[in-house]
């Protein structure tokens, strides 16, 4: 014979625990909600890589199928690697690969030296003209490129350096926006660790060296990312300063896919637009978890 828990006993707090770990409707939204946050989620992947997904199965067709118009089909019914073929046999696509890696690589460069140095020094108060530039800073970021474009371009001709990929790289060494991101990273350091450092006698560079870089790794990568993404992808400003083929950056160089001597054939630019956006995704799979992490980090205070 059974005799019911008496009251007070372990039972009652093991099926009100049991009754809070179970999941229930209300921790998620009503299921219309939740239904309509799936879909919109599916609207915005659907915006976002749908055009990639696009311009890949367009690379893969042959040559008798349709890129554009009524006839048209997404999925390639005869699937061939052959415009990727056509692409690196017709423009020297690793000479253009090697500018625009040299462009990236001098450009993370000085951002990371610069904006480092330039967020350490706004981090640190008391010293005067700090306020200026500050206003300098968040001033130049309401200016457009295509505002200081001629003056740019006319500064880069009187240094000689047209058709070089110093000049591609020269306008952007460094970015106000880094500066303001790596100024918010050393402001998490806690006051007390850095007077600590300061009375065991760690002087200036130490503490920039051994305590500010490494709390600030996240703030870091966001910068590298970014500068990547804008120093690859950059079109407008190469377009303008170089002239010979040899110096023509990725963008610059596949973009002759779209001229007549090429046949306007449209699967060769989706090749190369495919070719040029892959080392961004490959870097960005890569540091994803450490991007979104940096990002959370290094959020600009103003």
């Known amino acids: 014979m059974t005799t019911a828990a008496p009251e007070g006993t372990a039972t009652a707090p093991l099926e009100s625990r049991r009754r809070r770990l179970m999941?229930?409707?209300?921790?998620?939204?009503?299921?219309?909600?939740?239904?309509?946050?799936y879909l919109l989620l599916v609207f915005v992947l659907f915006i976002t890589v749908g055009p990639l997904v696009w311009q890949v199965l367009s690379s893969l067709k042959g040559a008798g199928e349709d890129v554009f118009g009524a006839g048209a089909s997404l999925i390639p019914h005869h699937?061939?690697?052959?415009?990727?073929?056509?692409?690196?046999?017709?423009?020297?696509?690793?000479?253009?690969?090697?500018?625009?890696?040299?462009?990236?690589?001098?450009?993370?460069?000085s951002q990371l030296v610069f904006s480092t140095m330039a967020g350490y020094m706004l981090?640190?108060?008391?010293?005067?003209?700090?306020?200026?530039?500050?206003?300098?800073?968040?001033?130049?970021?309401?200016?457009?490129?295509?505002?200081?474009?001629?003056?740019?371009?006319?500064?880069?001709?009187?240094?000689?350096?047209?058709?070089?990929?110093?000049?591609?790289?020269?306008?952007?060494?460094?970015?106000?926006i880094n500066v303001l991101i790596m100024r918010a990273a050393f402001l998490a350091v806690p006051r007390e660790i850095e007077d600590a450092a300061m009375l065991d006698g760690a002087g200036e560079w130490k503490r920039f060296r051994y305590l500010y870089l490494p709390s600030a790794y996240g703030a870091i990568l966001v910068v590298t990312i970014n500068t990547f993404i804008s120093a690859w992808d950059d079109f407008l400003w190469p377009l303008i300063v170089l002239r010979s083929e040899e110096h023509f950056t990725l963008t610059l160089g596949l973009a002759r896919l779209q001229t007549s001597s090429f046949g306007y054939d449209q699967r060769l630019v989706m090749a190369g637009s495919v070719i040029s956006v892959i080392p961004v995704l490959v870097l960005f799979v890569i540091t994803q978890r450490w991007f979104y992490k940096g990002v959370s980090s290094g959020a600009v205070k103003l």
């Not at 409707?25 to 946050?37: F, H, K, M, S």
């Not at 052959?82 to 690793?94: C, I, L, M």
Request: proline fraction near 7%.
């Open 23 to 37: 999941p229930r409707w209300r921790d998620y939204g009503r299921p219309r909600e939740l239904a309509l946050r």
């Open 79 to 109: 699937p061939t690697l052959r415009a990727y073929e056509q692409v690196f046999d017709q423009v020297p696509v690793w000479t253009y690969i090697r500018n625009s890696l040299f462009v990236a690589v001098i450009s993370i460069a």
């Open 123 to 176: 981090s640190k108060p008391g010293w005067k003209g700090r306020g200026l530039v500050w206003v300098l800073l968040m001033a130049s970021m309401m200016f457009p490129f295509e505002s200081i474009m001629v003056s740019l371009f006319l500064s880069i001709r009187d240094m000689g350096l047209v058709d070089h990929l110093v000049g591609v790289w020269l306008p952007g060494f460094v970015a106000a």
